[in-house]
C-alpha cells in the first residue's frame, strides 16, 4: 500500500545523528546548520513584513521584486544575464526545487546522472519520477571528475545530469578543468545539467562561484538552483530559487504549482530586500566561515587527525585511516556521539553503492567554543580505537 521508492527508505543518517546527540547531550558537529542567528537587520524586516506586509497568497512564480532582486543578484556576482520574468521562480527552498524539476523534465525510463557522494534527496525524487539513476563515484582526497567515469555513466538515453557544487559533503569547489568536462558530455549527449548550486556564496580563500551556465553551450541547457537559506545562514527560511532558460521554466513552474504552489510572502519580501543590502552580509560571512574552518582544522592536525581541504560549504572532512584509526566512519560515528558526546556524519552514507568508509564530516559552522569541545571531545573518540 506504500510506494516502492519510500517503503524502504531508512531514517536520514542527519536525524539519527541529531537525535543521539539531544538524548546524550552530545555536542552536535554533524547536521549541516549555523548556530548563529543570520543578519539581525534581515530577520527584522522578516518581522516587520508580517505585521505590515501582505500575508495572503503571493503569485505562484514569487513576488516579482524577489525574481528581480535574485537576477540582479547573479548578474552582479556570477555575470549572468538572466530574465527575472520567464527565467526566474521561487520555491519553497532548494529540495523542493530539485523536486520540481526532476518532475517537468524526466519522463519514465529517462537516465539521469549523478556524482557520488550525493545529497541522499537526489535519487528517491528521481525514482519517484521515473528516471533511472546512473552513479558516478568520487573519492578522496581529491574528488576530481574524471573522463573514464563520465564516458562510462553517460548513454544515449541520458536526459539530465545533477551536479552539486560545491559539493556537500566534500567541501569541494571543483576547478574549471572539471566544468569543462561536463560541459563537453552535456552537449555531446543533448543533456539538462539541473545544478545544485546552493553554497554558491559559501566558498573560501579567494576563490570565486563559476556556475555551470556560464561555460560555453549551457545557458540554455542548464537548470541553475538557489538557496536564500544558506546565502543567509537562515536554514528554515526555505526560499529557494529556480533559475534556467523560458522553455525549462514554464515545464518547472508547472510542476512548482503543484508542489507547495508558492513561499511564505514576509520571507520572498525580506529576501528580496536583503539581496539588495546586505553586501557586508556577502563580504564578511565567507570570512568568518574559513576562520572558523581553520581553527576547527588546527585543532584536529594538533590531535593526529588528517584533515581534508575544504573550499566551500560548512563542512570539513577527517580521513580516518590516514588518521591511523581502523575503523570505518559509522562505526566511529556511533561510538562518538554515544561514548565521547560528539556528534558526526559518515560520508559513507552520501554513496548508494561502492562506498568511501573512511571519512567522516564535520561542521564548522559554530561558535569557537563549540569547536573547541567538538576537537576535544574527538580526540576522545580517537583514543577509542
Known sequence: MVNSVYAGL???IFEVMSGLARETGAINLGQG????????????????LVID?????????????????????????QGLDLDWETEVTVTSGATEALAASFL???EPGDEVVLFQPLYDAYAPLIRRAGGVARLVRLTPPDWRIGREALAAAFTPRTRLVVFNNPLNPAGVVFPHEDLALLTEFCVAHDAIAICDEVWEQVVFDGRRHVPLMALPGMRERTVKIGSAGKMFALTGWKVGFV???PELTAA????????TFTTAPNLQAAVAWGLGNCDDWFASMPQDLQRSRDRLAAGLRAEGFAVLDSG??????????ASGIGADDRTFCLRAVKEAGVAAIPVSTF???????SVVRLCFAKVDSTLDAGVERLARARALF
Open 312 to 321: 566551500g560549504t560548512y563542512f570539513l572532512n577527517i580521513d580516518l585511516a
Open 243 to 245: 533559475c534556467a532558460a
Open 351 to 357: 554513496y548508494e553503492s561502492d562506498p568511501v568508509t
Open 10 to 12: 531508512p531514517t536520514t
Open 33 to 48: 546548520f549555523p548556530d548563529t542567528p543570520g543578519p539581525e537587520a534581515l530577520r527584522r524586516k522578516a518581522a516587520e
Open 104 to 106: 517537468a523534465l524526466i
Open 252 to 259: 518547472i513552474a508547472k510542476a512548482h504549482q503543484f508542489l
Open 53 to 77: 506586509g501582505w500575508n495572503q497568497y503571493p503569485p505562484m512564480r514569487g513576488l516579482p521584486e524577489l525574481r528581480q532582486a535574485a537576477a540582479a543578484h547573479y548578474r552582479r556576482f
